[in-house]
T-cell receptor, first 113, second 112 residues
Framework: DGGITQSPKYLFRKEGQNVTLSCEQN?????MYWYRQDPGQGLRLIYY???????QKGDIAEGYSVSREKKESFPLTVTSAQKNPTAFYLC????????????FGEGSRLTVL | GENVEQHPSTLSVQEGDSAVIKCTYS??????FPWYKQELGKRPQLIID?????GEKKDQRIAVTLNKTAKHFSLHITETQPEDSAVYFC???????????FGGGTRLMVKP
């Protein structure tokens, strides 16, 4: 089955710790995205990548970092510099250069204790 | 950049009634307008989309209308059912770079 896999589904972190969320897709999509979802709010873009070894900041990139070493993988690191990291994180992908359906992963819920 | 406003933030209807969710966008270059449905604890999934060269699109009980002049688009759900209860997001983008900007979401509750 083709799709996007995010892990872990739930994650608890102590303040001051970095944590990395995994996102893997086997859809052969070029572009990948990380969104943050807070209760009652929409999806806010953190980072995106159109091709391997290239990525750009979204609207709320501060306190986050990403890498894109492989087409299939786009991990997100939530650093200790992120002031309010407790949220639901969604990874998504699409074929680059086309408008169309954005495919989402199941999400990762991060709670900072 | 693009800004998408979505209203209402919550909507409660009786089963069988219609529901309408409205969005406005700011960038006149936007030409693709999808709607996503997110059930509790699940991933958002595309339910319908419309491109700027048409004014209306229907798929069974759901329809989307687009007014490019006024820069707004709406989702219409007829004969609502309890399984329509979810959060609905509108979004807008142009052809350049696949960038989707999402609205704030509408929590739809359909009462049996």
């Amino acid at each position: 089955d083709g799709g996007i896999t995010q892990s872990p589904k739930y994650l608890f972190r102590k303040e001051g710790q970095n944590v990395t969320l995994s996102c893997e897709q086997n859809l052969n999509h070029d572009a990948m995205y990380w969104y943050r979802q807070d209760p009652g709010q929409g999806l806010r873009l953190i980072y995106y990548s159109q091709i391997v070894n290239d990525f750009q900041k979204g609207d709320i990139a501060e306190g986050y970092s990403v890498s894109r070493e492989k087409k299939e993988s786009f991990p997100l690191t939530v650093t200790s510099a992120q002031k309010n990291p407790t949220a639901f994180y969604l990874c998504a992908s699409i074929i680059s250069g086309r408008t169309g359906e954005l495919f989402f992963g199941e999400g990762s819920r991060l709670t900072v204790l | 950049g693009e800004n998408v406003e979505q209203h209402p933030s919550t909507l409660s209807v009786q089963e069988g009634d219609s529901a309408v969710i409205k969005c406005t966008y700011s960038d006149s270059a936007s030409n693709y307008f999808p709607w996503y449905k997110q059930e509790l604890g699940k991933r958002p999934q595309l339910i319908i989309d419309i491109r700027s060269n048409v004014g209306e699109k229907k798929d069974q009980r759901i329809a989307v209308t687009l007014n490019k002049t006024a820069k707004h688009f709406s989702l219409h759900i007829t004969e609502t059912q309890p399984e329509d209860s979810a959060v609905y997001f509108c979004a807008a983008s142009n052809n350049a770079g696949n960038m989707l900007t999402f609205g704030g979401g509408t929590r739809l509750m359909v009462k049996p």
